[in-house]
């Protein structure tokens, strides 16, 4: 069974550009969530997104958003880059929103900006 | 203060030593405990899962979690130059995807 894909593994941008990062969760898991990892503050929650709704929000700006369709691949978009945004995306996926379901992760987006 | 806080070590420890890795929270709401071990380059990798206070064993990895002192430990036993990561607690609320995480300690076996 594959895991959670993430793409591009690696990505260099500029002040002020947008990004978009893609997620494919493990077959059959419809929860989707994303993370920020950093070397100063670790593992960040982002947000969770369920059938194609945002579930769940961390404490990021607006400029952080995201989306979900309907065969559960995630989409996150960081608009107006700032160099604090260099980070490894990740994203995680659970079979759905039930209590007790573990989350797995892809290895990640390294978005790296000048 | 953090909600999660982890020593990040460095640990290095010499192969086939019993290694302890230890956080502590300050919610007494977590519900949910997690060990990730995550190699460079690469992303969490699930170790153990846990639900509320206990012991949870699978191989050479035991899991316990001590709710009355907010305090949980992964043992690794006859430890292995591939156990070599940085390991990551993690823990969740009742009915909530989101986790909260340690900073991580990163393990060094030495062969």
């Known amino acids: 069974k594959a895991g959670v894909t993430q793409t591009p593994r690696y990505l260099i941008k500029t002040r002020g550009q947008q990004v978009t990062l893609s997620c494919s969760p493990i077959s059959g898991h419809r929860s989707v969530s994303w993370y920020q990892q950093t070397p100063g503050q670790g593992l960040q929650f982002l947000f969770e997104?369920?059938?194609?709704?945002?579930?769940n929000k961390g404490n990021f700006p607006g400029r952080f958003s995201g989306r979900q369709f309907s065969n559960s691949r995630s989409e996150m978009n960081v608009s107006t880059l700032e160099l604090g945004d260099s980070a490894l995306y990740l994203c995680?996926?659970?079979?759905?929103?039930?209590?007790?379901?573990?989350?797995?992760f892809g290895d990640g987006t390294r978005l790296s900006i000048l | 203060q953090k909600e999660v806080e982890q020593d990040p070590g460095p640990l290095s420890v010499p192969e086939g030593a019993i290694v302890s890795l230890n956080c502590t929270y300050s919610?007494?709401?977590?519900?949910?405990f997690m060990w990730y071990r995550q190699y460079s380059r690469k992303g969490p990798e699930l170790l153990m899962y846990?639900?509320?206070?206990g012991n949870k064993e699978d191989g050479r990895f035991t899991a316990q979690v001590d709710k009355s002192s907010k305090y949980i430990s992964l043992f690794i036993r006859d430890s292995q130059p591939s156990d070599s990561a940085t390991y990551l607690c993690?823990?969740?609320?009742?009915?909530?995807?989101?986790?909260?995480f340690g900073q991580g300690t990163r393990l060094t076996i030495n062969p």
């Open positions: 997104y369920f059938s194609e709704t945002q579930r």
């Open positions: 919610n007494s709401a977590f519900q949910y």
């Open positions: 995680a996926s659970s079979l759905d929103r039930a209590t007790g379901q573990p989350q797995h």
């Open positions: 993690a823990m969740s609320y009742q009915g909530a995807q989101k986790l909260v």
């Open positions: 846990t639900y509320s206070s």
